[in-house]
């Protein structure tokens, strides 16, 4: 059975970093098929994708926001950490993490995390 | 980057068949992917790979990609089809996921 968690703090301050973390049971994030990805969510608006980590430790950003993200993963403890730094009251949303499955050009996220939603206000 | 374009609100009768699409250039080049989002939860994968179902998924639901648009197709929409539904795609340009804009599926 696959799942995946996040976890993280549901209230940040402007300008602090945020640290969430995606705890998966199910599949190995060696796994040469898969990866996770972070993915939010602003009140009443559209997904949008963050960043993506795979089991060769690739890694990707949203251009709009890479000076801003890191993603890291541990396979031993099935976790994968985004951190977002210099939070803003616009950054609030809810956080998922989805896993990733490769496909031939392309891939989709076939299992999420309930996901979190994190307050950014002072 | 690549844009996804899909229409904000559909509405269906009960028993009648609700078509969601989405727009891209090109976009019957690239495998289309199908989420939908109830109130208060996380997305579900309802199509992948244009056309394909996962498991669970009733056949009801059914995808198609041509030319510049995809379609998500619900056949004999029910009251628990009312949901938000968003495409996505592969794009190797900039960023690697794109979503569309989301639509907002009301069954009347």
């Known amino acids: 059975q696959v799942t995946l968690k996040e976890s993280g703090p549901v209230l940040v301050k402007p300008t602090e970093t945020l640290t969430l973390t995606c705890t998966v049971s199910g599949f190995s994030l060696s796994n040469a098929r898969m990866g996770v990805s972070w993915i939010r969510q602003p009140p009443g608006k559209a997904l949008e994708w963050l960043a993506h980590i795979f089991s060769n430790d690739e890694k990707s950003y949203s251009t709009s926001l890479k000076s801003r993200l890191t993603i890291s993963k541990d396979t031993s403890k099935s976790q994968v950490v985004l951190t977002m730094t210099n939070m803003d009251p616009v950054d609030t949303a809810t956080y998922y993490c989805?896993?990733?499955?490769?496909?031939?050009?392309?891939?989709?996220?076939?299992?999420w995390g309930q996901g979190t939603l994190v307050t950014v206000s002072s | 980057s690549y844009v996804l374009t899909q229409p904000p609100s559909v509405s269906v009768a009960p028993g009648k068949t609700a078509r969601i699409t989405c727009g891209g250039n090109?976009?019957?080049?690239?495998?289309v992917h199908w989420y939908q989002q109830k109130p208060g939860q996380a997305p579900v994968l309802v199509i992948y790979y244009d056309s394909d179902r996962p498991s669970g998924i009733p056949e009801r639901f059914s995808g198609s990609n041509s030319g510049n648009t995809a379609t998500l197709t619900i056949s004999r929409v029910e009251a628990g089809d009312e949901a938000d539904y968003y495409c996505q795609v592969w794009d190797s340009s900039s960023d690697p996921v794109v979503f569309g804009g989301g639509t907002k599926l009301t069954v009347l």
């Open positions: 989805a896993r990733i499955i490769v496909g031939a050009f392309t891939y989709y996220f076939d299992y």
């Open positions: 090109n976009i019957g080049s690239k495998s």
